[in-house]
């Protein structure tokens, strides 16, 4: 298994701004991913972290609003770029192995004012 | 397209009354079929893979199955403590996930 640590774990923000928001694994995962989950709904994978060149995203979202890096094995960023009330939500990464059996961080809260 | 439906949306049960949750599924390539345990605050934890029809998995009071368009997880005699949101998920082609909006059980001592 995986222990995966993301921090922050809330932030209230203002509108135009961006926060980005970084998650660590404390072992070596075969891919890396960034969810976005409203409350009391599933989850919506907004992209595949992948090491060393851009992130894979997934129909509705883009690089310029959501850009991610990921510059080694064990750690990933996203950013929410020029962020909107709409961008309210909870942002989860995860690590996947072979199997694709994925563990996650405990979430960042985003709030946008 | 692929698709993943929950049922029920919330679940309520009495402490010890057994009860199934039902995930099916529409893919056209199954390469793995999951369910995830969400607490309120917290991340989806991992509880089971399956990847064949007929496949059971068990853990403590839980127990999954396997057809070829639905996974149901079975709870036996659960405690106030299993009280969570259950996600069901599957990966199809690549290393995508797919993740059912999740039925929300709630246990009452």
């Known amino acids: 298994s995986a222990v995966i640590s993301q921090k922050p774990s809330r932030d209230i923000c203002q509108r135009g701004t961006s926060l980005t928001i970084q998650c660590q694994v404390d072992?070596?995962?075969?891919?890396m991913f960034w969810y976005r989950q409203q409350p009391g709904q599933s989850l919506t994978l907004i992209a595949t972290?992948?090491?060393?060149?851009?992130?894979?995203?997934e129909s509705g979202f883009v690089i310029d609003k959501f850009p991610i890096s990921r510059p080694n094995l064990t750690f990933s960023t996203l950013t929410v770029s020029n962020m909107s009330p709409e961008d309210s939500s909870i942002y989860l990464c995860?690590?996947?192995?072979?199997?694709?059996?994925?563990?996650f961080g405990a979430g960042t809260r985003l709030s946008v004012l | 397209e692929d698709q993943v439906t929950q049922s029920p949306e919330a679940l309520r049960l009495q402490e010890g009354e057994s009860s199934s949750l039902n995930c099916s599924y529409t893919?056209?390539?199954?390469?793995?079929l999951f369910w995830y345990r969400q607490d309120p605050g917290k991340g989806p934890e991992f509880l089971f893979t399956?990847?064949?029809a007929g496949e059971e998995k068990e853990k403590e009071r839980l127990k999954a199955t396997l057809t070829k368009k639905e996974s149901f997880l079975h709870i036996t005699a659960p405690k106030p403590e299993d009280s969570a949101t259950y996600l069901c998920?599957?990966?199809?082609?690549?290393?995508?996930?797919?993740f059912g909006a999740g039925t929300r059980l709630f246990v009452k001592a």
């Open positions: 995860s690590g996947g192995d072979f199997e694709n059996i994925q563990y």
């Open positions: 893919v056209s390539g199954l390469r793995g």
């Open positions: 399956l990847y064949s």
């Open positions: 972290a992948n090491q060393g060149s851009e992130a894979t995203y």
């Open positions: 072992s070596q995962v075969t891919m």
């Open positions: 998920a599957f990966r199809s082609g690549g290393f995508k996930t797919i």
